[in-house]
């Protein structure tokens, strides 16, 4: 069983550089075009990739970042081969048309992810494919949870949301799945953290931050001009698990940044926020992302956001037990801990294809009763 290795802002079981090299001669099987450094295109210097798919039926560009450049070319590769599975490789219905009332499954259908003011009952016909359930067995879970595009001719109900919420790939099954169910559990996190009014929020000192690899991020901010502000979304619940927000504030810009991050290791969770809310400015930059809001351009800059004093110092309270040393005992913990919340086992949908072989994975995975809140609404109203 792979033993998980430590990188700079992230734990593998593989080096990025060999992630790198198996992904990069099979990138035009996913429709990539090119992987485009637009680093230099920021005064930052934290380095972000775009990954391009000119025939994507969702987003044509998707961005990587990373504490390196290799790190980040990674990270933008394989967020675009997710999508490109989860648009092409979800299996087809295996039963259509039949009402969640018909069947006997282990979860309610209306604590899944629905678009906003759905009408979703257990008596509304889905079609439907077979997921496994992470505690052992398997399941049905709807086909509109799992796949994504905006190709098909059929009529779809304002219901299920289909999104990439749990979409993720690894360099093996296992660890693929231990980065959905971190996705999701920091989700969770940040749709409670935006019922808390900002002043109640927990807002850690930058300048405390011990972490090598963090503290040098964050010095990179402060040279380039900006201001961090980075809440600590961690919940109870989520015990051994730290989860940071993080936005980022320049004087050139209409807007602030928002980023996040979840993992065992609170310095990893730190570190995803922070190079998270600087690709986020960056996608911005190079203007490239199908989805992008037009009124961050229009005029004006952002004021930053309200001076607060900082209520905690940095700390890492890193839970020894936490921090497994395979991506098996990673999963299997995460999975406990989602069920104990929620009183359902997390689901896993593998959409690897078999020509993958060893070089990587993906899947999605659908944890019914868990929160979530678009990307692009990471709460911090002014």
Same mark, same amino acid.
């Given at each position: 069983?792979?033993?998980?290795?430590?990188?700079?802002?992230?734990?593998?079981?593989?080096?990025?550089?060999?992630?790198?090299?198996?992904?990069?001669?099979?990138?035009?099987?996913?429709?990539?075009?090119?992987?485009?450094?637009?680093?230099?295109?920021?005064?930052?210097?934290?380095?972000?990739?775009?990954?391009?798919?000119?025939?994507?039926?969702?987003?044509?560009?998707?961005?990587?970042?990373?504490?390196?450049?290799?790190?980040?070319?990674?990270?933008?590769?394989?967020?675009?081969?997710?999508?490109?599975?989860?648009?092409?490789?979800?299996?087809?219905?295996?039963?259509?048309?039949?009402?969640?009332?018909?069947?006997?499954?282990?979860?309610?259908?209306?604590?899944?992810?629905? +678009? %906003?003011?759905?009408?979703? *009952? &257990?008596?509304?016909?889905? #079609?439907? $494919?077979?997921?496994?359930?992470?505690? @052992? /067995?398997?399941?049905?879970?709807?086909?509109?949870?799992?796949?994504?595009?905006?190709?098909?001719?059929?009529?779809?109900?304002?219901?299920?949301?289909?999104?990439?919420?749990?979409?993720?790939?690894?360099?093996?099954?296992?660890?693929?799945?231990?980065?959905?169910?971190?996705?999701?559990?920091?989700?969770?996190?940040?749709?409670?953290?935006?019922?808390?009014?900002?002043?109640?929020?927990?807002? +850690? %000192?930058?300048?405390?931050? *011990? &972490?090598?690899?963090?503290? #040098?991020? $964050?010095?990179?901010?402060?040279?380039? @001009? /900006?201001?961090?502000?980075?809440?600590?979304?961690?919940?109870?619940?989520?015990?051994?698990?730290?989860?940071?927000?993080?936005?980022?504030?320049?004087?050139?810009?209409?807007?602030?940044?928002?980023?996040?991050?979840?993992?065992?290791?609170?310095?990893?969770?730190?570190?995803?926020?922070?190079?998270?809310?600087?690709?986020?400015?960056?996608?911005?930059?190079?203007?490239?992302?199908?989805?992008?809001?037009?009124?961050?351009?229009?005029?004006?800059?952002?004021?930053?956001?309200?001076?607060?004093?900082?209520?905690?110092?940095?700390?890492?309270?890193?839970?020894?037990?936490?921090?497994?040393?395979?991506?098996?005992?990673?999963?299997?913990?995460?999975?406990?801990?989602?069920?104990?919340?929620?009183?359902?086992?997390?689901?896993?949908?593998?959409?690897?294809?078999?020509?993958?072989?060893?070089?990587?994975?993906?899947?999605?995975?659908?944890?019914?009763?868990?929160?979530?809140?678009?990307?692009?609404?990471?709460?911090?109203?002014?």
């Amino acid at each position: 069983m792979p033993q998980l290795k430590t990188f700079a802002g992230t734990r593998r079981t593989r080096d990025p550089l060999d992630t790198l090299e198996r992904i990069g001669r099979r990138l035009g099987e996913y429709g990539i075009t090119r992987l485009a450094d637009v680093t230099d295109l920021d005064v930052i210097g934290i380095p972000v990739v775009m990954a391009v798919r000119p025939l994507a039926t969702t987003l044509s560009v998707s961005q990587g970042k990373g504490a390196t450049l290799t790190h980040a070319r990674v990270s933008a590769a394989m967020e675009a081969v997710e999508l490109w599975h989860a648009e092409h490789a979800v299996p087809k219905a295996e039963l259509e048309g039949v009402a969640a009332a018909e069947l006997d499954l282990p979860y309610a259908v209306t604590d899944l992810e629905q +678009v %906003d003011g759905s009408l979703i *009952t &257990d008596r509304i016909r889905l #079609d439907w $494919i077979t997921a496994e359930l992470l505690t @052992g /067995g398997e399941t049905l879970v709807p086909r509109e949870s799992v796949h994504i595009g905006m190709t098909g001719t059929a009529w779809r109900g304002h219901h299920l949301s289909s999104s990439s919420n749990g979409l993720a790939s690894g360099n093996t099954v296992e660890e693929a799945t231990v980065h959905a169910l971190y996705e999701q559990i920091e989700r969770d996190c940040t749709a409670a953290l935006a019922l808390r009014p900002v002043g109640e929020r927990v807002i +850690v %000192d930058p300048e405390s931050v *011990t &972490d090598p690899h963090c503290a #040098d991020l $964050i010095r990179r901010v402060r040279a380039a @001009g /900006g201001r961090l502000e980075i809440a600590d979304a961690s919940l109870a619940r989520w015990r051994g698990v730290a989860c940071f927000t993080c936005h980022l504030w320049m004087p050139d810009m209409g807007a602030t940044f928002g980023g996040a991050g979840a993992h065992a290791s609170p310095a990893i969770a730190l570190s995803r926020a922070i190079t998270e809310a600087a690709q986020s400015r960056l996608t911005f930059i190079a203007g490239t992302r199908d989805d992008l809001d037009p009124r961050v351009y229009r005029g004006g800059t952002a004021r930053p956001p309200k001076a607060e004093p900082a209520t905690t110092p940095w700390s890492d309270p890193a839970d020894a037990d936490a921090l497994a040393d395979t991506d098996t005992a990673e999963m299997n913990r995460l999975v406990a801990l989602i069920t104990t919340a929620t009183g359902t086992a997390p689901m896993r949908v593998d959409l690897t294809r078999p020509d993958a072989g060893e070089d990587f994975a993906v899947v999605k995975t659908v944890s019914p009763g868990l929160a979530f809140l678009s990307r692009h609404e990471l709460p911090r109203p002014e």
